[in-house]
């Protein structure tokens, strides 16, 4: 199995612009999460997905930020208009189901967004 | 205060050494994760744990329930070991995918 796929692994864009960020689930996985990780403040999720559809959206910090998953096998976390506190490594997670359990979730390997 | 607290922040070990990561949380939780990170940025999930103890190769993680606590365990430490340690709870009082991660325990293994 090719794992989490994130894209761009490395992304430097300037303030203002539009930013998107890519994630490809293991197959066969129910559940997707889109966490953000800076030096300040760790590892935080910021959305996840179950069935395609959307649980928990309260850690996506603003209106700026919106993700979607149109399918089993996509997702798109996107950032308009960026901000250089916005500057992290996202990392995109699956995991093969959630309802009335836990499951180990298994991690892309990250992007790094550098906002200027 | 945060509602998961690691120790040591830092730690530096000796090839062959034995190494405790504690992790103590302050909610109730259904499960307990420990999580790797390279030096690189991977993620890896070590362990994923409710109750006990379990046990993969070199690495050994307990959790007590009653106390909040868990432990992750390192036996003849390697400088492969060396990475960010991260734990991570799911709390009762979250919706079921919310994770809440401790600041991590960065271990340095010297040859």
């Known amino acids: 199995d090719a794992g989490v796929i994130q894209s761009p692994r490395h992304e430097v864009t300037e303030m203002g612009q539009e930013v998107t960020l890519r994630c490809k689930p293991i197959?066969?996985?129910?559940?997707l999460f889109w966490y953000r990780q800076t030096m300040m403040r760790g590892l935080e999720l910021l959305i996840y997905?179950?069935?395609?559809?959307?649980?928990?959206d309260s850690g996506m910090p603003e209106d700026r930020f919106s993700a979607k998953m149109p399918n089993a096998s996509f997702s798109t976390l996107k950032i308009q208009p960026s901000e250089p506190r916005d500057s992290a490594v996202y990392f995109c997670?699956?995991?093969?189901?959630?309802?009335?359990?836990?499951?180990?979730?298994?991690f892309g390997p990250g992007t790094r967004l550098t906002v200027t | 205060k945060n509602e998961v607290e690691q120790s040591p922040q830092n730690l530096t070990a000796q090839e062959g050494e034995f190494i405790t990561i504690n992790c103590s949380y302050s909610?109730?939780?259904?499960?307990l994760h420990w999580l790797q990170q390279h030096p690189g940025g991977g993620i890896v999930s070590l362990f994923m744990l409710s109750s006990g103890k379990k046990k993969h190769g070199r690495l050994i993680a307990t959790i007590n329930i009653q106390e909040k606590h868990s432990s992750l365990h390192i036996t003849a430490s390697h400088p492969r070991d060396s990475a960010v340690y991260i734990c991570a709870v799911r709390s009762r009082e979250r919706s079921q995918g919310n994770l809440i991660f401790g600041k991590g325990t960065k271990l340095s293994v010297k040859p």
């Open positions: 909610v109730g939780i259904s499960a």
């Open positions: 997670a699956s995991s093969p189901f959630l309802s009335g359990g836990t499951y180990e979730q298994y």
């Open positions: 997905f179950n069935n395609n559809v959307p649980i928990d």
């Open positions: 197959s066969g996985h129910n559940s």
